[in-house]
């Protein structure tokens, strides 16, 4: 049956598994069984640990002991169904008792799976690796229909704004040139609101339209065509740098570190992503807090790191975030469809590269990319569909 769900095909093929049982023998044996076939386990000997534990590290699948005290196992999966952030984990009963009713109580809460004590570690293993492999090719499944429907909406919301903002841009030029100095202070700030908010669309506009083509591109056959060797510059990456800084008044923030002469990487693509990464490291930090850019290139590879003061983000807000998903919007109002983290996704994805992030002890967010070098090409250039 797993072999309908072939694990091997998921980025992370290693499976995290919580294991919850007072029984601390049965714990540590089920611990070193599983840990030699490669699963990554943690446990805990009591409920409420268990619960918290799980909700901390968000294990792909949950082993739980239904006879504890305290708490019953019952107890553990209401807790785990009704939290959002864990409620579609997978759990299997562990139980010396299989009657009926335990059982329908049990698969009423919304449990996987129930195995008998003593268990046979092939069987636990059997319904560990079908379980998860499941719950992943679901997933799979949910983030292609997602990507599809983003896709398609994206380019609709682009073509339809793009077009009147083709007749509306130079109306508005022909409004700004128009306005003197000697118009009332109510006309220039109309004006000015009128110019803002245009700029501010066509912005949107084209990161939906950035976004589209790389959805698209990642979506096709051809995810990862030869990149063009458009070397960057190290003069117009601190210039790039600059002038993202002056849009919000912030350039004595940025700290630039390390930066090369010249790197060998698409300065199309490279050029979005460092928009992207330093926009967000200066929207989501406070004014007069420092913005770091450290850039390298070593053995092949460029090393992207920025690291910002701000608020960070929670572990789950990372493996959540996707396309038009923006955190805590209704406690901090802020501009923008929340486009960001899935374009730089996408274009690490296009680029062969790799991005994780960290938050330090200090506080705020450091983002970590590696990316590798392109070769000299034969001088055809692509451009991004």
């Avoid at 009926?100 to 059997?126: E, F, H, T, W």
């Avoid at 704004?161 to 022909?174: H, N, Y």
């Avoid at 950035?210 to 979506?219: G, R, Y």
């Avoid at 406690?331 to 790799?354: F, N, S, Y």
Wanted: hydrophobic share 40%; aromatic share 4%; with cysteine.
């Amino acid at each position: 049956m797993t072999d309908e769900f072939p694990l091997a095909d998921y980025p992370n093929p290693v499976i995290t598994v919580t294991i919850i049982d007072d029984d601390v023998t049965l714990l540590e044996a089920l611990s070193r069984t599983l840990q030699q076939e490669g699963f990554k386990v943690t446990t805990a000997s009591s409920p409420v640990e268990g619960v918290q534990m799980a909700a901390t590290l968000k294990p792909e699948i949950i082993i739980c002991d239904v006879n504890m005290p305290g708490h019953s196992g019952h107890w553990v999966l209401g807790q785990i169904r009704s939290n959002p952030a864990t409620a579609d984990i997978p759990l299997i009963f562990l139980t010396g008792e299989t009657s009926p009713s335990d059982v329908r109580q049990g698969m009423n809460l919304g449990a996987d799976d129930y195995l008998c004590k003593p268990v046979q570690p092939i069987d636990l293993i059997d319904a560990l690796r079908t379980r998860v492999a499941k719950r992943r090719a679901q997933r799979t499944r949910e983030a292609t229909r997602s990507r599809e429907w983003a896709t398609q909406l994206s380019r609709i919301i682009s073509h339809e704004i793009r077009t009147p903002l083709g007749v509306i841009g130079p109306g508005i030029e022909l409004l700004d040139d128009a306005v003197t100095a000697s118009d009332t202070e109510e006309i220039q700030t109309v004006s000015r609101i009128v110019k803002d908010g245009a700029t501010r669309l066509l912005a949107t506009t084209e990161r939906l339209e950035i976004f589209a083509a790389l959805a698209t591109a990642a979506a096709g056959p051809s995810s990862h065509p030869t990149p063009r060797n458009k070397a960057c510059h190290g003069q117009a990456l601190h210039d790039l740098f600059m002038n993202i800084a002056g849009k919000w008044k912030r350039t004595g923030d940025i700290r630039i570190e390390g930066m090369p002469a010249e790197l060998p990487v698409d300065f199309e693509l490279f050029e979005i992503l460092l928009r992207e990464l330093v926009d967000n490291a200066l929207k989501f930090s406070p004014p007069a807090s420092p913005v770091v850019v450290r850039l390298s290139h070593a053995e092949g590879n460029i090393h992207l790191q920025i690291q910002d003061g701000g608020r960070g983000m929670e572990p789950w807000q990372i493996q959540a975030a996707s396309a038009f998903q923006q955190f805590d919007r209704l406690q901090r109002e802020q501009q923008g469809l929340g486009l960001g983290l899935a374009i730089c996704h996408l274009l690490i994805q296009r680029m062969d590269g790799k991005i994780t992030f960290h938050r330090p002890q200090s506080g705020g967010l450091i983002v970590d990319v590696v990316l590798p070098g392109i070769a000299p090409s034969d001088g055809k250039e692509q451009s991004m569909p």
